[in-house]
């Protein structure tokens, strides 16, 4: 969750927008399944920064690992994430816009 500035707006193309404390949940709830391993792949496609801000375009694939050692694609979904510079010195993401290429299977 330290990627993401405590003021972000999260939008995902269908759902409603939203914050941090709305996706730590949606986090918790999608890596609450022990008898899978789940996770999220990035293809990072575009960088760019000028100053205090930045973009990142990429696509992301949710693979999920049985018990059995199946690999199944979940979900495949494109990003443009806009960040900017921390007093830190750290990027955080304040705006992601998100939407699906891949349908999410039941």
Not at 1 to 24: C, H, R, T
Not at 36 to 59: A, D, H, N
Not at 80 to 100: A, Q, T
Request: glycine residues 4%; contains cysteine; neutral net charge.
């Amino acid at each position: 969750m330290s990627i993401f500035a405590d003021d972000v707006n999260f939008s995902f193309q269908g759902a409603p927008d939203a914050k941090k404390v709305d996706l730590e949940k949606s986090y918790r709830d999608e890596f609450a399944h022990p008898e899978q391993s789940r996770r999220w792949i990035p293809k990072f496609e575009e960088f760019q920064c000028s100053g205090k801000l930045g973009f990142v375009r990429s696509t992301w694939r949710l693979e999920v690992t049985s018990a059995d050692g199946k690999i199944e694609i979940k979900a495949e979904n494109r990003s443009v994430d806009i960040l900017r510079l921390s007093e830190d010195g750290s990027w955080k993401i304040f705006r992601s816009l998100n939407y699906p290429v891949v349908a999410p299977k039941k």
